[in-house]
């Protein structure tokens, strides 16, 4: 049971360490009730973290740092969010976002592709309106850009990110896919 137990733990730890690929430097800083803190190292310092790309199943940021599943990014860092999906989302996975210095301005909220019905943006417009903490309660493709846009304006902002579960295909990427199919098929004359 134990050697099933370490092959589970090292085969865990091997995969963290291919997607994060040494862009992200841990500190094993343990207080009293067991808290880690780590530190993301952006490639360029002054940018601050982006959102470039999103799927199904996570996203990839502007360091080529790929986060599996729902995520809370930060200017500068980005964790994994505890939340399946946008039913979880509550006063208990909204609490980071309160607890957190400098305090943000604004929290985007990326539900998916879940229609966002008002009583839905009432109640997590009423949490953070307590923390004196704006909020904007979007679908994750405009929350992304709208966290793109407020972070590049040096805002404190933060996002909090559920990828979607369908994904909208349009003209760009039907050309895009054609194009690079044809080049798959073109001959080199040198």
Not at 30 to 57: H, P, R, W
Not at 72 to 99: G, Q
Request: with cysteine; net charge negative; aromatic share 6%.
């Amino acid at each position: 049971m134990n050697v099933l137990q370490g092959l589970s733990r090292i085969a865990h730890q091997s995969l963290r360490r291919n997607l994060c690929s040494s862009l992200v430097r841990r500190s094993s800083t343990y207080e009293s009730d067991g808290k880690t803190s780590v530190t993301i190292l952006n490639k360029e310092a002054d940018a601050g973290l982006m959102i470039n790309s999103y799927s199904q199943f996570g996203f990839r940021l502007n360091n080529d740092m790929v986060v599996i599943g729902p995520m809370a990014i930060f200017s500068r860092t980005v964790l994994s969010w505890n939340v399946e999906s946008h039913e979880d989302i509550n006063d208990e996975s909204l609490s980071l976002f309160c607890a957190i210095e400098p305090k943000i301005d604004v929290l985007v909220v990326g539900i998916g592709d879940h229609t966002i019905t008002p009583a839905f943006s009432k109640k997590i417009i009423d949490f953070m309106k307590r923390y004196k903490i704006n909020v904007e309660v979007l679908g994750t493709e405009q929350a992304c850009s709208t966290f793109n846009f407020l972070n590049a304006e040096n805002r404190v902002v933060a996002a909090a990110l559920i990828p979607p579960m369908t994904m909208r295909v349009n003209e760009d990427d039907l050309m895009q896919k054609q194009i690079s199919i044809s080049k798959s098929f073109e001959v080199s004359d040198k």
